[in-house]
């Protein structure tokens, strides 16, 4: 089974902060690591920050100082801690395997395979 269920967004001010939430399945959480991205309107979906199995980090230079990623891998969840955001940091949020191994599951429209993503959730920052 696959599954990414994102929480934990939502309208805050800028300065503010907002932690968020990935459940995935074990399918998807064994993999090596797990990546927090974002898609803002109109651009394209961008990597915030990334954290292995192991604990090792990395970050987005936009995010740095900022942000913090970490799991819990007896609850095969992933969290993001936004601290001082900014309204640039509005967009949806979504969690996922590294783009090398997203999980691909059949499409019974358009008959064929694509990457598996869940519905992320929305962050707005007001300024």
């Known amino acids: 089974q696959v599954q990414l269920v994102e929480s934990g967004g939502g309208l805050v001010q800028a300065g503010g902060s907002l932690r968020l939430s990935c459940v995935a399945s074990g399918s998807i959480f064994t993999l090596d690591a797990m990546v927090w991205y974002r898609q803002a309107p109109g651009k394209q979906r961008e990597l915030v920050a990334r954290?292995?199995?192991?604990?090792?980090?990395m970050y987005a230079d936009s995010v740095k100082g900022r942000f913090t990623i970490s799991r819990d891998n007896r609850k095969n969840t992933v969290y993001l801690q936004m601290n001082s955001l900014k309204p640039e940091d509005t967009a949806v949020y979504y969690c996922n395997a590294g783009l090398s191994a997203l999980k691909q599951v059949w499409d019974p429209n358009s008959r064929a395979y694509h990457p598996y993503w869940g519905q992320g959730t929305q962050v707005t920052v007001s300024s």
């Open positions: 954290i292995t199995s192991g604990g090792s980090t």
